[in-house]
């Protein structure tokens, strides 16, 4: 799930960059937000751990460097501090430093902004920008789309360097939501009877 996790992050951060390159008001509150969530359903081909057409369905919270990501039954949260995987079907959760998470935002963040961001077509209202980065690890191509007239990200496309395919179809995105305190930390008290594996 960490993969997706971070294929997902980038393409939302893509977004973002795309946003600031953007002369529309609206896509630039994008940009600007202070933190944003998606609900999505992504679907995998050509993965090797993974059947052809598995759909994934999901929501991400992200705030600067701190996020919250519901997948299936697991549920990651890094506040900057640790970061907890919360497998609900098993109800354990594993903690650890957030410095061994293997998702660095400030890197995610970095690898976005020095990709080269062009609208390759608009057909219909819905621009298809292309997005290529410096380095084609682990994403070797990029595409998303962006509906003109809502200024709302509809669908996401990423190719990784093993042929891996990740279609993202975006079922609703919003920027600055009020989270409430420690919303991106673990806390057990609310999940009764939890195994708490504790690697730190």
């Given amino acids: 799930m960490k993969r997706v996790l ?3 992050l980038i393409m ?3 977004f973002g960059a795309i946003a600031q390159n953007s002369d529309n008001r609206v ?5 600007n937000a202070d933190n944003f969530y998606m609900q999505f359903t992504c679907t995998v081909n050509g993965s090797n751990i993974m059947p052809d057409g ?7 919270h992200v705030a600067n460097d701190l ?4 997948i299936q039954d697991v549920v990651m949260f890094n506040d900057g501090k640790e970061y907890s995987t919360y497998n609900k079907s098993a109800n354990e959760v594993i903690v650890f430093n957030a410095a061994d998470d293997e998702m660095n935002m400030a890197s995610i963040l970095n690898t976005v902004k020095t990709a080269t961001i062009t609208k390759i077509r608009e057909t219909n209202g819905i621009a298809t920008y292309s997005v290529v980065q410096e380095s084609s690890e682990p994403i070797s191509k990029l595409a998303i789309d962006l509906n003109t007239k809502t200024n709302a990200i509809t669908r996401l496309y990423a190719e ?8 993202v179809v975006i079922d609703d ?3 600055n939501q009020t989270l409430p305190d420690n919303f991106f930390t673990f806390k057990p008290a609310l999940y009764p009877d939890v195994m708490v594996i504790d690697m730190r």
Avoid: H, P, Q, W
């Fill in 6 to 8: 971070n294929i997902i």
């Fill in 12 to 14: 939302a951060m893509a």
């Fill in 27 to 31: 896509v630039n509150l994008l940009s």
């Fill in 54 to 60: 598995t759909e994934l369905n999901g929501r991400i």
């Fill in 67 to 70: 996020y919250r990501f519901e």
């Fill in 160 to 167: 990784t360097s093993d042929g891996a395919k990740y279609s």
């Fill in 173 to 175: 995105f919003v920027v």
